[in-house]
């Protein structure tokens, strides 16, 4: 079955939607864990005294009081009651603060509670004490990912809406929020449940096979793929160690860059030959209805890191190539040698990759006579979108959530292959 592919490769050339945890996917669990979660802790008792009257706040405290009953109901361990609103407004705050307490110990991801989080995280991020953390791969890979025709980033986490967006939004990468279509948290249901990973595609309006999700959590995974979606495990460093048989039945990132890089190497493209960005008269770049868009200088940056090991082993075809080619130019005079290889960086390599095939091309020519060093660049032919479009497209997912009650978005068009190829071309020619 398709979605069952364990292969990267061969399910991101499928997927046009990235699916995306927050804590342990995009984000250190050490950030969530020894960051915000003790800053929510430290002020909740403050934040609640000053704020107690706010409609935001009022509602927090009636789904936890709500959620504390049914807890009481349901004999769950250790719950922690909230007095009724007949208490007094010290007594409630107790109990908020109590209860709130007790379910962050448990790391309970309950929407009550994450509401109430995302409004004291607000604070934080508002006066300036924190900053969400993401991992250097991830702003190339969202723009990447978004850059190409028909292809969409969501987020899907635990984390309230407004907490992925706060995160998103003033991140130490600075604001994401441009790169993401949507966000998505537990209104939609839970996150180890198959139906919300249903209601996801069909709010966004896609098939489900046509989404790849990346999490952190077997069990999130294993959901995402009972409702037909593809899933990839993201394995950070921090995170809690796989369980046995998990790299078996998923395919294991480390970095977020290993998706455009596998991206821009499908099968199609490999069997294509190089481009050149063609000129008009007055010698611009022409944008042609075939040229894949180009990536920026950062995507590059996060691509070329995941693909030294790649260049290192290339290197060495490489240099057995011109061991090869001297014995040719040796055997046969008058003979050209065109090498063309891919842009190697000098930058330290800290992730592995996938395999993929070197790309070694050699050409016999005759008679040519002189040498030359060129760079192949191929253009883009796609825009960002405003960070106002982008926001209303937010909102409009955001909504449809909480009204639950998915609406069709219109269709996504049909994929187009992103393809980054930054080469070099080195011909060597000798007279003889
Ligand atoms: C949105 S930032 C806060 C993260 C959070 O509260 C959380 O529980 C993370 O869970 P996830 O589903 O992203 O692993
Ligand atoms: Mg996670």
Redo the contacts with the bound molecule.
């Keep these: 079955m398709a979605n069952e592919l364990k292969d990267i490769n061969d399910i991101v050339k499928k997927c046009k939607i990235l699916l995306l ?7 250190s ?1 050490s950030f ?1 864990k020894d960051k ?2 003790p800053y929510a802790e430290e002020k909740v008792k403050q934040f609640l005294e000053s704020q107690w009257e706010q409609d935001d706040v009022k509602e927090a405290v009636t789904a936890l009081r709500k959620l504390a009953l049914e807890d009481k109901e349901k004999s769950v361990d250790g719950v922690v009651n909230i007095p009724g609103e007949d208490a007094s407004k010290e007594d409630q705050i107790e109990g908020v603060v109590n209860n709130v307490k007790w379910q962050m110990s448990a ?1 309970r ?1 309950a929407g009550p509670l ?1 509401q109430l ?2 409004l004291i ?1 607000k604070q934080g991020y508002d006066n300036g004490d924190i900053k ?1 953390h993401v991992y250097d791969d991830v702003s190339p890979a969202l723009e990447q990912w978004q850059s190409v025709e028909g292809q969409k980033v969501y ?6 809406v407004q ?2 967006k ?2 998103f939004g003033q991140s130490e990468a600075g604001d994401l929020l441009r790169f993401i279509e949507g966000h998505f ?2 209104a939609v249901g839970a ?1 180890q449940e198959a139906d919300s990973y249903s209601a996801i595609a069909e709010s966004i309006g896609c098939k489900p096979d046509e989404i790849l999700f990346l ?3 077997v069990k ?1 995974a294993e959901a995402a793929r009972a409702a037909g979606l593809h899933a990839a495990l993201v394995s950070r460093e921090g995170n809690a160690p796989l369980p046995a048989g998990a790299g078996a039945a998923f395919a294991v990132l480390h970095s977020l860059a290993q998706l455009a890089s596998n991206k821009r190497k499908t099968e199609a493209q490999d069997e294509l030959p190089a481009k050149i960005a063609k000129t008009d008269n007055e010698g611009n770049a022409k944008s042609e209805p075939d040229v894949e868009p180009v990536i920026s200088a950062s995507v590059e940056k996060e691509i070329k890191k995941s693909e030294k090991m790649e260049v290192e082993e290339e290197e060495k075809v490489i240099s057995s190539a011109k061991e090869v080619k001297e014995q040719k130019e040796a055997e046969a005079a008058c003979v050209v040698t065109e090498t063309i290889v891919e842009e190697v960086t000098d930058e330290p390599m800290d992730i592995p990759v996938a395999d993929v095939e070197p790309i070694v091309i050699e050409e016999i020519v005759e008679n040519t006579e002189k040498k030359k060093t060129d760079e192949m660049v191929i253009d883009s032919t796609k825009s960002e979108p405003s960070t106002t479009e982008s926001k209303g497209k937010e909102d409009m997912v955001d909504e449809r959530i909480k009204e639950n009650s998915p609406k069709k978005a219109a269709p996504v068009a049909e994929e187009t292959p992103p393809t980054v190829i930054t080469e070099i071309e080195e011909v060597t020619m000798k007279k003889f």
Aim: hydrophobic share 30%; net charge negative.
């Design positions: 945890d927050i804590e342990g996917t995009t984000t669990i969530v915000l979660f790391d991801k994450k989080q995302g995280w969400g987020i899907y986490s635990s984390g309230s907490a992925q706060l995160l948290d537990t996150k999490t952190d959590v999130e």
